[in-house]
């Protein structure tokens, strides 16, 4: 099941730092940060007491993630922990779970990709997803996964045709389909840092115990959740192609350095025989 390893000395993290904080986020750079929150990784994005209106989160988390949303919002950023908006990187139910509750709370726009918006606007619902991928307990599991869609119509917003994003000055979005017909992924070329949502993953998602122990390594897009493997390819090798330095992903530690550039670009390269599964139902790259 493993892809690419990767070693502990590729994790950008700073525990020690990060224990001397209240928010319980993992903050990778001054201005960005993450949680996990069960199986999946939301980010944070704004200088620590940017306060109400001063900082953005991407991606909604699983259902019942809103409480740790709201604490680590209200100790980084101050205020009654509101932002300014949400970028989703796509709409899969572990990315929009407290989405509903969070944009009506705090009464903001919704940013994603048009690609993305009948699955956030109530209309269409994702394929079911494949549990005959990766051979894990998560893949075994993924019949019971929600694909209906979620409804924040109200506040929907078209992401820029520009590429840019909407208060996150120096950031554009770059769309990484494959694993969701709209995934986006969020880069900035100062620090070269990529937020990849599901794009690629640094952990073997279809595991259970992988989820759990989050063991490093470099990932294609988590198996049971991804229709086009062809769109998939050709996405983890554009955003090879940037050579980002430092990579927060939707599973996984966040990763930087040179081993992890180094795995990205064999994932890159061998991205069929290492990350597409043999047995899926999705489009396989021709």
Not at 106 to 135: K, Q
Not at 253 to 270: F, P
Request: aromatic share 8%; with cysteine.
């Amino acid at each position: 099941m493993t892809q690419i390893p990767l070693p502990a000395s590729a994790l950008a993290e700073n525990h020690e730092a990060d224990a001397a904080r209240d928010d319980g986020v993992r903050e990778i750079a001054p201005d960005v940060a993450y949680r996990q929150l069960a199986i999946v990784n939301v980010v944070f994005y704004g200088e620590a007491g940017a306060g109400d209106g001063g900082w953005v989160l991407i991606d909604a988390g699983v259902f019942g993630s809103g409480p740790a949303i709201r604490h680590a919002a209200q100790a980084r950023f101050g205020g009654s922990g509101r932002p300014a908006c949400i970028v989703l990187t796509h709409g899969h139910f572990d990315h929009v779970g407290v989405l509903e509750t969070l944009s009506r709370e705090w009464n903001v726009p919704v940013y994603a990709h048009p690609l993305e918006h009948p699955y956030l606007n109530g209309t269409r619902s994702y394929p079911s997803p494949d549990p005959h991928v990766g051979g894990g307990m998560l893949a075994r599991l993924s019949p019971l996964f929600p694909t209906k869609p979620v409804d924040v119509g109200a506040h929907l917003r078209d992401l820029p045709p520009d590429c840019s994003v909407p208060f996150m000055p120096e950031f554009r979005w770059i769309h990484t389909p494959g694993h969701a017909p709209g995934h986006v992924s969020l880069w900035r070329e100062r620090d070269r840092l990529l937020i990849a949502g599901d794009a690629i993953v640094t952990t073997a998602q279809e595991s259970v115990y992988a989820s759990v122990t989050q063991a490093p390594e470099m990932h294609g897009p988590p198996m049971y959740f991804t229709p086009d493997w062809t769109a998939a390819r050709e996405s983890v090798r554009a955003i090879d192609a940037l050579s980002p330095e430092i990579v927060i992903t939707g599973h996984g530690a966040a990763m930087r350095g040179q081993e992890m550039k180094l795995a990205l670009a064999e994932l890159a390269r061998d991205f069929d025989s290492v990350a597409v599964p043999e047995d899926g139902r999705g489009t396989r790259p021709g």
